[in-house]
């Protein structure tokens, strides 16, 4: 969720403080489908945007279940 969305994972994570989580806004606006951790070394729990490819998902669990008996 929010892989090229900045301003999704800033929402996502503004009222998480209270665990220690912590986003480098400044990272968190540059980064756009590149495996970054956006959470900043203070902070206790790590966030990481992670690409990923829906429509390949989409298609193997497609091929799965037309291809199965």
């Not at 806004?25 to 070394?41: F, G």
Request: hydrophobic share 40%; proline share 3%.
């Amino acid at each position: 969720m929010g892989e090229n969305e900045s301003f999704l994972r800033e929402a996502v994570c503004a009222n998480l403080d209270f665990c220690g989580l912590e986003i480098d806004l400044n990272l968190n606006r540059v980064t756009r489908a590149t495996e970054t951790k956006i959470s900043t070394s203070r902070s206790k729990i790590d966030v990481w945007v992670i690409p990923t490819n829906e429509e390949i998902i989409i298609a193997r669990n497609a091929w799965a279940k037309i291809s199965t008996p």
